[in-house]
């Protein structure tokens, strides 16, 4: 596990270093797409640490229904129609700076390179790989802590370019959030087995996330407490059953993408 975390580590940061660098006045400004590369640290660490198999394929099957299994990646846009419902009765323009952000081009690859690469970047290793290794070692609950503290360290480069954050509460408030979203995911993951799954919802939490930055800074808050109250309430009703729906999937290692 240490090999695929400093695998992880590395290929990311030495990713972004160039985006680093140029946030500190080393280098000229730089395109903000080249952000996507850092999205290839946890996958390509997955692959090299597991080359025999692929990092996309189930490890069981789904305890949860088709339907289910919808109801979950609809959750994401879900908040996002909440938390505009309560900005549009405050009175808050919402089409206008919407509008405006997908008629940049700039704004719109900005959100394609966040959103889908690295949901499908990070789930792979994160939760296909490193997870189920540790919840075999140990409580789901106790391996989604250790991962999520490996997941907000692996973040650190983005502090420096990309998080624009005031004072320690809102670092805190991010590592809070990440607990939550590391809960609601490893629930995803035990409860289906699929890293596509886990896969796709991130990749949608993420563009509604991304989506609402230009509209309001109420409408991120309120979507990002809503999936805190998710995150944390699984925790709390599942921990006892293994963070996962109904009965057993099997937590295997090498899982696939």
Known sequence: MVRFVLLAF???WVAVSPLVLSAWGV???LPGWLHGFGALGPVVAAWLSERERGVF???GPSALSPGWVGVCLATPFAFAGVALAVVAARGEAIAGPLDRSFADPEWVVSL???SVLYGIGEEPGWRGWLQPRLQSRFSPLKATLILTAIWALWHAPFFAYRFDF???GTVL???MGLLAGAF???FL???TGSVKVVAAWHVLWNVANLSLAPVSGLAVAILNALMMILGFGVAVVFSRRGLRYGGSVPARAGTRV
């Open 10 to 12: 590395g290929i990311t």
């Open 27 to 29: 280098l000229p400004p």
């Open 57 to 59: 394929e189930a490890a």
């Open 112 to 114: 394609a390179v966040g």
């Open 166 to 168: 005031e004072g320690v």
């Open 173 to 175: 408030g991010f590592f």
């Open 184 to 186: 609601w995911l490893a």
């Open 189 to 191: 993951f035990n409860s």
